[in-house]
Each structure stands twice: as structure tokens, then as C-alpha cells.
């Protein structure tokens, strides 16, 4: 019976690993295709090499069971009545509730091609088992209001970063009479400034799981290792750009333009693997950290606040967040890419600088943003750069919809589930936590 009731659970966080990789990842290479720097298959094809690479080579190890600190587990352990092993039977139900009901919630919103936050629908999750099971001061109540704080900032932050980036680039470069000639000027400090943040943001959210590790890329050594290589490569941009971009002052200013977008095409790419490789080392967890805790407890009969995730698991997360983005992840990349503004490469580059310069800076102050939003924010801000007409209004309304429901319509959909799950599982799961005790 153990063994049937992890592949079950395997099985379930395979799904919500696979919805992750639908929706989620979707928007990390929105703007490459959008910008038409990838197409869908390429896009498919780097990201889930980049997803794959940070999931199962810097993914964490180690895991929270009850993620983001949500619910105590010790809460549910004090309830008065309980039998001997009924917390631990309970936890397994609410965590299997919780996985299977956000992986529900993305996979509707993916049908919809909304672009939501998996982080939000397990944490939604989460809480509505810690209410049903434990009541509402189960609840850690000050982390789900800095949560839905971040509804609100991350959009905001990125959409004014987004919008000022892109401001500066139209002033300085794409409306002069001779962008070509403005673009040898200005674009080596947009480079410099692009791969410093991307940088800074591979090493905080990619490998920060492992940055103990490597001393040399801790504290302020990862400031000026970012910065010094982001010197390098604006020094190597500005040969490049120069060449590239030598005599074309002379072309039609239509030409001109068409010539400067192309020096952004590596850029958005390489911002948008990036991205990627961050949020497969960072978002493997929602879908693994729930089933690593329900595997720990049938083996050992015991809730552990953390418990070591094992490769074979990182890998099943990391496969099924590349099956996902392959198979469906088309609907969300098209949302974010192509229907909210129109992008072009130096818009995508904008618009990923400002999503990865909010994250990290919001990282760093340990507020906890949601990457999605601040995507979908940044590329309002630079379709707001163009004047109220550059955005999709009707888009914009829908994907800000389904962000304000995504958290009760988990946890919603977790209780439920639970109910059924304590009714028809709970005597079978407490037998199984007392035989792994013995």
C-alpha cells in the first residue's frame, strides 16, 4: 500500500510539475517570442534545456514541507483528540489535496492562456488545508498579506521600470533622425546594465541553493563579479554594435531601425534563459517539495519541518516542468509575447530588465514577488511607453482577474478535496505512519 501511495503522489506532482511547466515557464521566453527573436519551437528547445539544467543541478536539496511557512505543521500536531499518527495521516492528505488542486488551478488557467503564479496557487492551497484541518490561526496570516501585497507591487515596480527603460531607449536611440548612429552610443550601456542584472539574478535566484558552496560568488564578490562581467561583455557589445552597425547611419530610417532591433535579438535570448534556468532551480520546489514531504512521512512516520529532496525526485519535477512547456506551453507564451503589447526586441530586452532588476532587488528585501506579475508588468510599462492605445485592455482586465482569484480558488478547491480525502483515506493513512514508526 506505501508504495502505491507515493506513485500516486509521484504521479500528482509529476501534473503539478507538468502545469508549471505550462504556465510558469511560459512567460520566461514570452519575449523572445514575441519579439520574434525565437520561434515557439526554439523557444521550447532553450528553455527547456535552461529549466531542466536549474532544476536537477541546483535545485534544492532540501525542502520545506509545508511550503513558503504557510501552516506549522506543530499547529496541527497540537490539535486536542487527535489518535497516535492522525497529524502526520492529515498532513499527507492535506499536501496531496494541496498539489492536485493547484495543479487544477494552473491547468484551467493555462486552457484559459492566463499567465499565473504557481507559487500563489500552492501557497493558496496550502492555507485552505491549514484552515480546515487546524482553523484560521493555523495560518501564518502576516506571510499571506505580504503575498497579496506583491499582487500589487511586483506589477507596479516592474510596469515603472519597464516603462522609464523604455522611455529612455525611444529618446535616446529609436527616435533620433540617426538611430543607427545613437545605437553605437547608447546600446554597450544597456548591454552592461542587462547582463549585470541578468548576472546578479542567475547567482541570487539561480544558484542560491548552492552559493554556500562557492564562497568566491557570496556577498559583495557577486556584485563585483556581475559588474566586471558586465563590463566585459558591453566592452565586446561595443566592437560588435560598432561593426555591425558601421555606415547603416546612411539607410532609410526605416532600414535603420530594422538594423538596431537586430543587436538586441541575442539579448532578449540571453535574458530569457536566464530567466529560465532561475525559475526551474527556484519553482521545482512547488511541485516536488509537497510530494518529497508526503514520501518522508510514509517512510518514517514523522512531519519534519525540511527534509532532503533526492535526485531521482529533482529529476521527475525538472521532466515533467520541460514535458509541460513543450506540450502546452504554447498559450501562455503567446498571451504575454504577442497579446498584451507588441514586442520587438528592444522592447523584450526592457521589459526583462525590469522584471529581473524588481525581482531581485524585492528578493534581496525578502518580499516575496511573484516573477509573473512582475513580467506582465514590465511589458505593460512598455506598452504604456507608447501611449494608453499600446496595451490590450481586455487582456489586461482577464490576466489581473484570474491573479485576485488565484489564491482563494486554491484554497477553496484544497478544502474540498481535503474533506473528501480525511473521509475515505484517513484510518488507512494512520495505520501506514504507526507501521513506519515500528
Given at each position: 500500500?506505501?508504495?502505491?501511495?507515493?506513485?500516486?503522489?509521484?504521479?500528482?506532482?509529476?501534473y503539478m510539475a507538468w502545469t508549471i511547466g505550462a504556465n510558469d515557464v511560459a512567460n520566461s521566453m514570452a519575449d523572445a517570442v514575441g519579439s520574434q527573436a525565437l520561434?515557439?519551437?526554439?523557444?521550447?528547445?532553450?528553455?527547456?534545456?535552461?529549466?531542466?539544467?536549474?532544476?536537477?543541478?541546483?535545485?534544492?536539496?532540501?525542502?520545506?514541507?509545508?511550503?513558503?511557512?504557510?501552516?506549522?505543521?506543530?499547529?496541527?500536531?497540537?490539535?486536542?483528540?487527535?489518535?497516535?499518527?492522525?497529524?502526520?495521516?492529515?498532513?499527507?492528505?492535506?499536501?496531496?489535496?494541496?498539489?492536485?488542486?493547484?495543479?487544477?488551478?494552473?491547468?484551467?488557467?493555462?486552457?484559459?492562456?492566463?499567465?499565473?503564479?504557481?507559487?500563489?496557487?500552492?501557497?493558496?492551497?496550502?492555507?485552505?488545508?491549514?484552515?480546515?484541518?487546524?482553523?484560521?490561526?493555523?495560518?501564518?496570516?502576516?506571510?499571506?498579506?505580504?503575498?497579496?501585497?506583491?499582487?500589487?507591487?511586483?506589477?507596479?515596480?516592474?510596469?515603472?521600470?519597464?516603462?522609464?527603460?523604455?522611455?529612455?531607449?525611444?529618446?535616446?536611440?529609436?527616435?533620433?533622425?540617426?538611430?543607427?548612429?545613437?545605437?553605437?552610443?547608447?546600446?554597450?550601456?544597456?548591454?552592461?546594465?542587462?547582463?549585470?542584472?541578468?548576472?546578479?539574478?542567475?547567482?541570487?535566484?539561480?544558484?542560491?541553493?548552492?552559493?554556500?558552496?562557492?564562497?568566491?560568488?557570496?556577498?559583495?564578490?557577486?556584485?563585483?563579479?556581475?559588474?566586471?562581467?558586465g563590463l566585459f561583455c558591453a566592452a565586446f557589445s561595443s566592437i560588435w554594435i560598432s561593426s555591425h552597425l558601421k555606415g547603416k547611419e546612411k539607410l532609410s530610417l526605416?532600414?535603420?531601425?530594422?538594423?538596431?532591433?537586430?543587436?538586441?535579438?541575442?539579448?532578449?535570448?540571453?535574458?530569457?534563459?536566464?530567466?529560465?534556468?532561475?525559475?526551474?532551480?527556484?519553482?521545482?520546489?512547488?511541485?516536488?517539495?509537497?510530494?518529497?514531504?508526503?514520501?518522508?512521512?510514509?517512510?518514517?512516520?514523522?512531519?519534519?519541518?525540511?527534509?532532503?529532496?533526492?535526485?531521482?525526485?529533482?529529476?521527475?519535477?525538472?521532466?515533467?516542468?520541460?514535458?509541460?512547456?513543450?506540450?502546452?506551453?504554447?498559450?501562455?507564451?503567446?498571451?504575454?509575447?504577442?497579446?498584451?503589447?507588441?514586442?520587438?526586441?528592444?522592447?523584450?530586452?526592457?521589459?526583462?530588465?525590469?522584471?529581473?532588476?524588481?525581482?531581485?532587488?524585492?528578493?534581496?528585501?525578502?518580499?516575496?514577488?511573484?516573477?509573473?506579475?512582475?513580467?506582465?508588468?514590465?511589458?505593460?510599462?512598455?506598452?504604456?511607453?507608447?501611449?494608453?492605445?499600446?496595451?490590450?485592455?481586455?487582456?489586461?482586465?482577464?490576466?489581473?482577474?484570474?491573479?485576485?482569484?488565484?489564491?482563494?480558488?486554491?484554497?477553496?478547491?484544497?478544502?474540498?478535496?481535503?474533506?473528501?480525502?480525511?473521509?475515505?483515506?484517513?484510518?488507512?493513512?494512520?495505520?501506514?505512519?504507526?507501521?513506519?514508526?515500528?
Amino acid at each position: 500500500m506505501e508504495v502505491y501511495i507515493i506513485l500516486f503522489t509521484g504521479l500528482i506532482g509529476f501534473y503539478m510539475a507538468w502545469t508549471i511547466g505550462a504556465n510558469d515557464v511560459a512567460n520566461s521566453m514570452a519575449d523572445a517570442v514575441g519579439s520574434q527573436a525565437l520561434t515557439i519551437k526554439q523557444a521550447i528547445i532553450a528553455a527547456g534545456i535552461c529549466e531542466f539544467a536549474g532544476a536537477v543541478l541546483v535545485g534544492s536539496s532540501v525542502t520545506e514541507t509545508v511550503r513558503q511557512g504557510i501552516v506549522n505543521p506543530g499547529t496541527i500536531a497540537a490539535l486536542p483528540g487527535l489518535r497516535e499518527g492522525e497529524a502526520a495521516a492529515l498532513v499527507i492528505i492535506g499536501m496531496t489535496a494541496a498539489l492536485l488542486c493547484a495543479a487544477f488551478w494552473l491547468h484551467f488557467a493555462t486552457w484559459a492562456g492566463m499567465p499565473v503564479s504557481t507559487t500563489h496557487s500552492i501557497v493558496g492551497a496550502v492555507a485552505g488545508f491549514g484552515i480546515v484541518a487546524a482553523g484560521w490561526n493555523s495560518v501564518n496570516w502576516n506571510k499571506m498579506s505580504q503575498i497579496v501585497a506583491s499582487w500589487f507591487i511586483s506589477p507596479l515596480v516592474g510596469g515603472i521600470m519597464g516603462f522609464l527603460l523604455f522611455t529612455f531607449i525611444t529618446k535616446a536611440i529609436l527616435g533620433r533622425e540617426r538611430p543607427a548612429e545613437a545605437a553605437r552610443f547608447y546600446s554597450p550601456p544597456i548591454v552592461f546594465l542587462l547582463i549585470t542584472v541578468v548576472s546578479l539574478a542567475t547567482i541570487y535566484k539561480g544558484l542560491n541553493h548552492v552559493i554556500d558552496g562557492i564562497e568566491w560568488l557570496s556577498g559583495t564578490n557577486a556584485v563585483i563579479v556581475s559588474i566586471l562581467f558586465g563590463l566585459f561583455c558591453a566592452a565586446f557589445s561595443s566592437i560588435w554594435i560598432s561593426s555591425h552597425l558601421k555606415g547603416k547611419e546612411k539607410l532609410s530610417l526605416s532600414r535603420q531601425l530594422e538594423e538596431v532591433e537586430k543587436i538586441y535579438v541575442p539579448l532578449v535570448i540571453i535574458s530569457s534563459c536566464s530567466v529560465a534556468f532561475a525559475h526551474g532551480a527556484n519553482d521545482v520546489a512547488n511541485a516536488i517539495g509537497p510530494f518529497a514531504a508526503i514520501a518522508h512521512i510514509i517512510q518514517h512516520g514523522t512531519v519534519e519541518m525540511k527534509v532532503g529532496v533526492p535526485l531521482s525526485i529533482l529529476v521527475l519535477g525538472g521532466a515533467g516542468i520541460v514535458f509541460g512547456l513543450a506540450t502546452y506551453g504554447h498559450k501562455v507564451m503567446t498571451t504575454v509575447g504577442t497579446k498584451i503589447t507588441e514586442i520587438t526586441p528592444s522592447r523584450g530586452v526592457a521589459a526583462d530588465i525590469a522584471a529581473s532588476a524588481t525581482v531581485l532587488i524585492c528578493t534581496r528585501l525578502s518580499l516575496p514577488v511573484s516573477t509573473t506579475h512582475t513580467l506582465v508588468g514590465a511589458i505593460m510599462g512598455i506598452g504604456l511607453a507608447r501611449g494608453l492605445g499600446g496595451i490590450n485592455k481586455s487582456v489586461i482586465k482577464k490576466i489581473c482577474t484570474s491573479w485576485l482569484i488565484t489564491v482563494p480558488a486554491a484554497a477553496g478547491l484544497c478544502i474540498l478535496f481535503f474533506i473528501v480525502g480525511r473521509y475515505f483515506f484517513l484510518d488507512c493513512l494512520i495505520t501506514i505512519v504507526l507501521d513506519a514508526r515500528k
